[in-house]
């Protein structure tokens, strides 16, 4: 897991205010995918991307949720006016190629997130 | 929607006893990830299947993917407490319009020493 790099490991935030979480894929990999888990449950993919462009947001809420990966930098997973039912652990993974299921996924050990 | 059943959900075993935990699903899959993830980490990538009926072995776990790729197995011979984690399984669903990676819901293995 240590390839791809996620920060912060855990953050606290009140109903109403904005979470940033960052993704930075393994070296030469484009493709980074953002996952949500909830406590006992598996992942729900929310947005597959490629630097510069979003392939793939159909799992993200169209609202108050956004994602980027520019051509420089992390990946950004974006959620303004934080409610209660957003805490949950955001996991993010990336591929060296785009596509599914034949290509590995390499996942970070998350962003724990907790709205008071 | 969940596509992806996995069972038994939690599963509490002695060390050294063999176990097995289903993937299963009403739709076809064009290929078929499991991990493992442990507390406090992401997941951690064990196999990939992409060939209905292939049987993937990997030292003492076992891995199939069904005839008609919809469901699979992970077979673990001579559990040790290292292996106790969350098992997920995950599917491609080869679907026009669909480019997701669906998640089981997991199976929780504790092995006892």
């Known amino acids: 897991n240590a390839g791809v790099m996620q920060n912060p490991r855990h953050l606290v935030r009140r109903r109403g205010q904005e979470a940033r979480l960052r993704c930075s894929p393994m070296?030469?990999?484009?493709?980074v995918y953002w996952y949500r888990q909830l406590p006992e449950e598996g992942l729900k993919f929310m947005v597959y991307?490629?630097?510069?462009?979003?392939?793939?947001e159909s799992g993200m809420p169209k609202e108050r949720f956004s994602a980027e990966f520019p051509k420089e930098g992390p990946s950004i997973l974006r959620i303004q006016q934080v409610v209660r039912g957003d805490s949950a652990a955001y996991f993010c993974?990336?591929?060296?190629?785009?596509?599914?299921?034949?290509?590995?996924?390499?996942f970070g050990d998350g962003t724990r997130l907790s709205i008071l | 929607t969940q596509l992806l059943e996995q069972s038994p959900q939690f599963l509490s075993i002695q060390e050294g006893e063999n176990l097995t935990v289903y993937c299963n699903s009403s739709?076809?899959?064009?290929?078929l990830q499991w991990y493992r993830q442990e507390p406090g980490e992401g997941p951690v990538l064990l196999v990939t299947v992409v060939t209905g009926g292939e049987v993937k072995k990997l030292k003492r776990l076992t891995f199939q993917f069904g005839d008609a790729r919809k469901d699979s197995s992970l077979h673990i011979t001579a559990a040790q407490p290292g292996d106790t984690g969350l098992y997920l399984c995950?599917?491609?669903?080869?679907?026009?319009?669909?480019?997701?990676?669906?998640f089981g819901t997991g199976t929780r293995l504790t092995v006892i020493p």
């Open positions: 070296k030469g990999h484009s493709h």
């Open positions: 993974a990336s591929s060296p190629l785009g596509g599914w299921g034949n290509q590995p996924q390499h």
């Open positions: 995950a599917g491609a669903v080869d679907q026009t319009g669909a480019n997701n990676l669906f």
């Open positions: 739709s076809v899959f064009s290929s």
């Open positions: 991307l490629q630097k510069e462009n979003i392939i793939d």
